[in-house]
């Protein structure tokens, strides 16, 4: 695993705000914030109840109706109207509507591969094809030194990419961005062969289980790592212990 210099060479402003903000959106701006790390900040970061069943329901519904009717273009249906009745209620109490619309776009463009192919299974063939982009990116970020989430958390924090000449963040981040690593790699070795093996229903029942289930408790260690690594909160820096080996 490659430790790299310690060096402040960074992302121009554009892509380090872009970091940033991907940061915040995952949850991170919880401990940027310097809120405590509590169920409620947790439930906030996920985007609150309504995150949640905007982030089930849809997958519910279409496990359920596909298991009792084997309908596909009836179970994608309603998996998809649901979807875009939770766009529809944001726009009507003018909330933010770019989570809903994400998850809306994500599930039409899954149903639409799934009725083109005629294969129930291809629904989820996206959300396989994310968990190996991200794990690898993530993987390999990690293996020349330059950890993603350690990037992305530095800019949020407006340390930019200070934090490699701490030893300890260094490492910290490492760590980080290989349990995320992990959770993709766990998806893609349980799912994937369901997927291949053509088994809708236990497919789209583990991808619910291995979805909020395992990605809340992740955040919430993810939460504990980064506010033990960065003590002092935003812009704070230690100098002399980079990852190259410096003391």
Known sequence: MADGPAREDAPDEAVGAALAAAARRAGFGTVADG??????????SIGGVRGILEALVPGV???????????????????????????????????????AVGGLVATLASAGLALFTGRAEDNFVLGLLTNAV???????????????????????YGEGTAWRGSRRKFRAMQGLTLMWVALFALRLAVQAPLYFSGQTELLGTFKL????????????????????????GPGSREVGAGPAGQS
Do not use: K, N
Request: positive net charge; glycine residues 10%; hydrophobic residues 60%.
């Open 134 to 156: 991200y794990g690898g990116g993530l993987l390999v970020s990690v293996l020349v030194g330059w950890p993603l989430l350690g990037v992305a958390i530095g800019f949020l």
């Open 35 to 44: 809120a405590p790390v509590t169920g409620r900040t947790v439930l906030d």
């Open 61 to 99: 519904l279409f496990v359920l109706l596909f298991s009792i009717t084997s309908s596909l273009p009836l179970a994608l249906g309603v998996s998809a109207g649901m979807a875009a009745v939770f766009v529809l209620l944001r726009v009507l109490q003018r909330s933010p509507v770019s989570p």
């Open 209 to 232: 289980i291995m979805g909020l289930p395992l990605f809340a408790p992740l955040l919430v260690l993810s939460l504990l790592i980064v506010r033990a690594a960065f003590p002092a």
